[in-house]
């Protein structure tokens, strides 16, 4: 029999002992609360410095707009190195897109003649029906276009795209569009040059460059579709760029309840297989070169049903009379005035004639084009008095002088 101490002693070691569990049951259970509130104190905390650094970032995004907007400096420049403006940036670099800016209208809309903040002259094409095109799919293509650069293309510059409204930015041309040289109108203010033709083969040779780039420098080549003498455009000193390739997919496809030119291209310079059958190939605009070739050499504007019956359509009208020494010198532009070659003007219109065949395959390759105005362009680099007096003569789209002429892009 154990002793009343001995009994004492066990009562108390096994009080002990229920302590000791409770106590480290109670630790263990402290510490398991602490760990899961540490756990859950670090998962809010990331949170809040989550959104806390988005909203810093989004704070300091548009501060640091605001602040450039404010002083007028280039604030936001997309993936690709384009510019991307704000509606009121282009609103107040256009004079609030003010009438007197307007240098022409086109299947897209106005074209607006402009300055942004840091004296750049841009010209700003404002899209007609805006709410077609979503924000981002606007974007995508701009920044396809963006990707073509080539001293003979027009370089965009930059956009400006929310849900109402679509620009695109571009460098501004002083002496505006082909089609304004060869056929003035009377009744506007501004002087116009007469072209001669040494810069007519000029001109002929960069366009061509410009879409041979297009067609043969880019891969998957890039159809043109709306090649024409307006989307020619020249500089100060009458060097040219091809303008709105491949846009077909950014303007609106009715205009007016008929469908756009950037669908169908425009009349008197599409080629009659597109015509018929919608297929569209780079031949198609090799077709298109051959009819401004045409203008080039004739003055003539691809349709003008005022003319003499048979005269109304510039290929149809053209084409028999393009291969005959004697007659070609009949179909010349009279503005010209007899100052040509007579062995250039037939090699020209040799091309012309083979640019717009019908049957499309046996339609040149803009390279040989270009091979074949090369030598053309060259005999008279020496002798050419082009640029030397005609920069600033057109005086409605020449606001200073002294326009920066990039050579190349
Ligand atoms: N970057 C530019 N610099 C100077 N003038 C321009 C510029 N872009 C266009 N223009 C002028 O604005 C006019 C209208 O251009 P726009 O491209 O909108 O129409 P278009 O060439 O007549 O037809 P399309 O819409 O089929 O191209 C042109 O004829 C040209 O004179
Ligand atoms: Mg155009």
Not at 128 to 140: C, L, M, P, R
Not at 277 to 295: F, I, N, P, R, W
Not at 331 to 341: A, H, T, V
């Amino acid at each position: 029999m154990d002793s009343p101490d001995a009994e004492y002693r066990r009562k108390e070691r096994t009080a002990l002992a229920i302590i000791i569990v409770m106590a480290s049951l109670a630790l263990a259970s402290l510490l398991v609360a602490f760990s899961y509130y540490c756990y859950i104190r670090n998962k809010v905390s990331k949170r809040h410095h989550k959104h806390h650094h988005h909203h810093q970032h989004q704070h300091q995004h548009q501060t640091k707009g605001f602040d450039h907007e404010e002083k007028g400096l280039i604030q936001v420049t997309s993936e690709k190195g384009l510019q991307v403006f704000s509606f009121k940036q282009l609103h107040s670099a256009t004079g609030g897109f003010s009438k007197s800016n307007v240098v022409g209208h086109g299947g897209f809309g106005s074209v607006y003649r402009g300055v942004l903040s840091d004296g750049r002259k841009v010209a700003v094409k404002l899209m007609d029906q805006a709410g077609k095109q979503g924000e981002e799919e606007f974007q995508v293509e701009v920044e396809l276009l963006s990707r073509l650069r080539s001293p003979y293309l027009l370089a965009l510059l930059g956009y400006c795209s929310d849900s109402n409204h679509k620009l695109l930015v571009y460098e501004f041309m002083a002496n505006g569009g082909l089609q304004e040289h060869l056929y003035p109108v009377s009744h506007s203010n501004a002087v116009y040059l007469k072209l001669d033709w040494e810069t007519r083969l000029r001109i002929a040779l960069e366009a061509a460059k410009g879409l041979e780039y297009l067609h043969e420098h880019i891969n998957p080549p890039v159809i043109h579709r709306d090649f024409k003498s307006s989307n020619i455009l020249l500089d100060k000193n009458f060097h040219t760029k091809v303008s709105d390739f491949g846009l077909a997919k950014l303007g609106p496809e009715k205009a007016g309840g008929h469908v756009s030119t950037r669908v169908l291209g425009t009349q008197g310079y599409v080629a009659p297989e597109y015509a018929l059958t919608g297929h569209l190939t780079t031949k198609s605009d090799v077709y298109s070169y051959g009819v401004v070739l045409l203008e080039l050499l004739t003055g003539r504007v691809p349709v003008d049903m005022k003319r003499p019956p048979g005269e109304g359509v510039l290929v149809t009208w053209a084409l028999p009379q393009l291969t005959d020494r004697d007659k070609v010198v009949q179909i010349m532009d009279p503005r010209l005035e007899g100052q040509y070659s007579l062995k250039e003007v037939v090699q020209v219109a040799a091309i012309a004639a083979m640019c717009v065949q019908p049957e499309a395959d046996y339609r040149p390759l803009m390279a040989d084009v270009v091979q074949s105005l090369v030598p053309l362009v060259k005999t008279h680099r020496l002798s050419s008095k082009v640029g030397a007096s005609s920069s600033s003569l057109h005086s409605t789209r020449s606001p200073t002088p002294h326009e920066p002429h990039k050579a190349s892009i």
